[in-house]
């Protein structure tokens, strides 16, 4: 199975702020990544699919990056609205898709 | 609008079974891949199964090969998850979701439901 690997685990940031998010996929998955943000008690909501494909109705703060075993998700200007967890998942070995373990992004 | 909006969830025993539903709207069901995925108590998600979109095609995370079963009703749009054999780390949320149409990916989530297994 692919394994995941994001990083942080959790960062602290102010509103206003540049913040990039990693993920390392343990072989090479080409651009078959994609990005969600997850608040408490809510269901996961896609930002980014193809690795850097914005999905429709996401604003353009949220960017993602990278290619085969490296991946950036940033985003430009932190809003209150975005303190969120945020999780990759790699659906290149679509036999079964792995998800990153999350990162929690947490007001400073 | 798409609408997922799963059904069933709820405390069983041990080695019981459970059946979870989720109704689809808002999209043309019978052409999409469909998946659930599950989340424990403030842990991290994890992918469960998908199934094609004429039903003929199942794939299963191997921790709930030979015990899960995902099937659909394009005729109702209704996708089904028949959990058995049911262990305490089954313990989680469970979401049904919707695959990007023509892509191995994940779109839309419905809100979720919870299954205790204790």
């Known amino acids: 199975a692919i394994q995941m690997t994001q990083s942080p685990s959790s960062l602290s940031a102010s509103v206003g702020d540049r913040v990039t998010i990693t993920c390392r996929a343990s072989q090479d998955i080409r651009n078959d990544l994609g990005w969600f943000q997850q608040k408490p008690g809510k269901a996961p909501m896609l930002l980014i699919y193809?690795?850097?494909i914005l999905q429709s109705g996401v604003p353009s703060r949220f960017s993602g990056g990278g290619s085969g075993t490296d991946f950036t998700l940033t985003i430009s200007s932190l809003q209150p609205e975005d303190f969120a967890t945020y999780y990759c998942?790699?659906?290149?070995?679509?036999?079964?898709?792995?998800f990153g373990g999350g990162t929690k992004v947490e007001i400073k | 609008e798409v609408q997922l909006v799963e059904s069933g969830g709820g405390l069983v025993q041990p080695g019981g079974s459970r059946r979870l539903s989720c109704a689809a709207s808002?999209?043309?069901?019978?052409?999409?891949?469909m998946h659930w995925v599950r989340q424990a108590p403030g842990k991290g998600l994890v992918w469960v199964a998908r199934l094609k979109p004429d039903g003929t095609g199942t794939d299963y995370a191997d921790s709930v090969k030979g015990r899960f079963t995902i099937s659909r009703d394009n005729a109702k749009n209704t996708l089904s998850l028949q959990m058995n054999s049911l262990r305490a780390e089954d313990t989680a949320v469970y979401y049904c979701a919707r695959g990007i149409y023509g892509h191995s990916g994940i779109d839309y989530w419905g809100q979720g439901t919870l299954v205790t297994v204790s």
């Open positions: 193809s690795a850097s």
């Open positions: 998942l790699q659906d290149h070995n679509y036999l079964a898709l792995t």
């Open positions: 808002g999209f043309t069901f019978s052409r999409y891949w």
